[in-house]
Nanobody
Framework: QVQLVESGGGLVQPGGSLRLSCAASGNIFRIDAMGWYRQAPGKQRELVAVTSSGGSTMFGDSGKGRFTNSRDNAKKMVYLQMNSLKPEDATVYYC??????????????WGQGTQITVYS
């Protein structure tokens, strides 16, 4: 009932920047929280940054000081601007959105993931 489509992943050199985008669509009444997680092979999925509908952002340790998460509520989109990328940032990033469907049920959906590769 909700689709999240990510874009913007790819190759970047250490110290470079990338911007990820995620577009939500479907039977959505309201998106409460929208943001990004990442998961390296063999590790648990971890918070990168998530932003509330009011614009407050919570960062995981990986994103503090280098990443910015912003939302366009009208377009149902979220953007992760990643600066000063490091080799350890290379992994799969997942968009996540939670909120209310038309009809009143809560939802929590994940995108398919987008790969970031940091190479020298």
């Amino acid at each position: 009932q909700v689709q999240l489509v990510e874009s913007g992943g790819g190759l970047v050199q250490p110290g470079g920047s990338l911007r990820l985008s995620c577009a939500a669509s479907g039977n959505i009444f309201r998106i409460d929280a929208m943001g990004w997680y990442r998961q390296a092979p063999g590790k648990q999925r971890e918070l990168v940054a998530v932003t509330s509908s009011g614009g407050s952002t919570m960062f995981g340790d990986s994103g503090k000081g280098r990443f910015t998460n912003s939302r366009d509520n009208a377009k149902k989109m979220v953007y992760l601007q990643m600066n000063s990328l490091k080799p350890e940032d290379a992994t799969v990033y997942y968009c996540n959105a939670g909120g209310i469907l038309r009809g009143g049920l809560r939802f929590d959906y994940w995108g398919q993931g987008t790969q970031i590769t940091v190479y020298s």
